[in-house]
């Protein structure tokens, strides 16, 4: 070696460096969607993409405080849309608002109806029930804003 100090200083500093790796946590089925609808296009025009599977990414809005089967997911605009797990398979923490989230689904069109299946659950509450809505296959969530 020619410089043995430069790399024993380079080694240092690289060592010294906290690097944080971003904590992701995973729901579901891996995201294999690489582009992401916007919600603004997705909320103005439902039907065009009804059946298709989606990408959505934004913050978690609000979440389902019963199972944590249902979050609304907003962007930067303040443009939001519902992301749910109709077979209740894919639930994520009930203290996820305000994370950065990414969701992978089917977009379903669907009756308009109250939904209680939290019924006698100590949360029990009202789901909302918009006639177009995300089947959650997937969901990615971590603290990047």
């Known amino acids: ?7 024993a200083l ?7 460096v906290p690097v ?30 009804t059946g298709r599977t989606l990408r959505i990414e934004g913050t978690v809005k ?12 907003q962007d930067a605009t303040g443009k939001s849309f519902l992301a749910k ?6 639930l994520v923490p009930k203290d996820c608002k305000g994370r950065h989230v990414i969701v992978q689904g089917v977009l379903t069109s669907r009756p308009a109806k109250g939904h209680d299946h ?13 006639t177009y809505v995300l089947d959650t296959r997937g969901v990615e969530l971590s603290d990047r804003k």
């Not at 380079?10 to 010294?16: G, H, I, V």
């Not at 729901?27 to 582009?35: D, F, L, M, V």
């Not at 939290?118 to 918009?130: K, Q």
């Open 20 to 49: 944080r790796a971003e904590e992701v946590q995973r729901y579901g089925a891996p995201i294999t969607e690489t582009r992401s609808v916007a919600l603004a296009k997705l909320a103005r025009k439902p039907r065009t993409y």
């Open 118 to 130: 939290h019924e006698g659950d100590e949360a029990a509450h009202e789901c909302p029930s918009p």
């Open 10 to 16: 380079l080694l240092a500093l690289t060592l010294a």
């Open 1 to 7: 070696m020619r410089h043995p100090a430069l790399v």
């Open 62 to 73: 609000d979440v389902c405080q019963g199972q944590g089967c249902w979050l609304e997911v």
């Open 85 to 90: 797990s109709l077979d209740e398979s894919v």
